[in-house]
C-alpha cells in the first residue's frame, strides 16, 4: 500500500483524480485524504463488497463493472445512500477473454450490459468502457475502438456522451493508449513505484 503522504504531495501538485485496486485500501485512505478528490475504483468487485466501495462520499467512477448483477448491487446501494447523482462506471471489457481477467468478452454480452445498465440501474450513468490488455499487445487497445462504435450504432444517445471514456493504458503501455484514443490511462506504477 502506498502511504497517504505520497497520495497527497501529488493532490498538492494539481492531481485531483486517483485510483484505487482494493476495496480496504480505498476506504481506509479516502478519509485521511482531500474531500474533493474524485476517487476511481479500478479493482474487482465482489458483491459483498459493493457497500463498503459505495460509502466513499467522493467515489467518482467505478471502472471495473462486468456484470449485470454488479451493476443491479451498485444501484441498489447508491440508491440507500441517497446519493444526489449517479454513479459513473465503466464497463470492463476482456477483449482475448482471458481466464485471468474480468470483463465482458463479446458483442452481444456488452450490448446486454450496458443496456442493462441504461434501463434498469437509474442510479448509474454508464460513461465507456475500461479493458487490462495483454502486455504489449495493442490488439486489446484497437478493439476498444471497435467496441465503442458497437455500442454508438445500438445505442445513440451515447453520443452525447461527452467524454465516451476509454480507459486504457498502464504504465507500461500509456503512450501507446493515449495515441488510440484513451481518456484515462492508470499510471500509479510510474508515479508511486510498484506495490
Known amino acids: 500500500m502506498k502511504p497517504v503522504e505520497m497520495i497527497k504531495e501529488c493532490y498538492d501538485a494539481g492531481q485531483k483524480h486517483f ?25 474487482a468487485i465482489q458483491s459483498n463488497k459493493v ?36 454513479l459513473r462506471v465503466l464497463v470492463q471489457v476482456n477483449p482475448a477473454g482471458e481466464e485471468t481477467k474480468s470483463g465482458v468478452s463479446s458483442n452481444e454480452s456488452l450490448i446486454e450490459l450496458v443496456d442493462h445498465i441504461q434501463e434498469k440501474c437509474k442510479n448509474l450513468r454508464f460513461s465507456g468502457l475500461m479493458v487490462i490488455g495483454r502486455p504489449g499487445v495493442l490488439k486489446d487497445m ?16 451515447l453520443k452525447e456522451l461527452n467524454p465516451f471514456e476509454l480507459s486504457m493504458g498502464m504504465s507500461g503501455d500509456y503512450e501507446e ?4 484514443g484513451s481518456t484515462n490511462v492508470r499510471v500509479g506504477s510510474t508515479i508511486f513505484g510498484a506495490r
Do not use: C
Open 51 to 86: 457497500k463498503q466501495i459505495v460509502s466513499v462520499p467522493n467515489l467518482f467512477m467505478v471502472e471495473s463493472v462486468e456484470r449485470a448483477k454488479i451493476a443491479t448491487a451498485l444501484n441498489k446501494e447508491i440508491e440507500n445512500i441517497q446519493r444526489k447523482e449517479p
Open 19 to 43: 485510483g484505487e485496486n482494493y476495496v480496504a485500501q480505498l476506504i481506509e485512505k479516502a478519509p485521511e485524504l482531500p474531500d474533493d478528490i474524485s476517487w476511481h475504483f479500478i479493482g
Open 177 to 180: 493508449a493515449i495515441q488510440r
Open 142 to 157: 484497437d478493439m476498444m475502438k471497435d467496441y465503442k462504435t458497437v455500442l454508438l450504432e445500438k445505442f445513440p444517445n
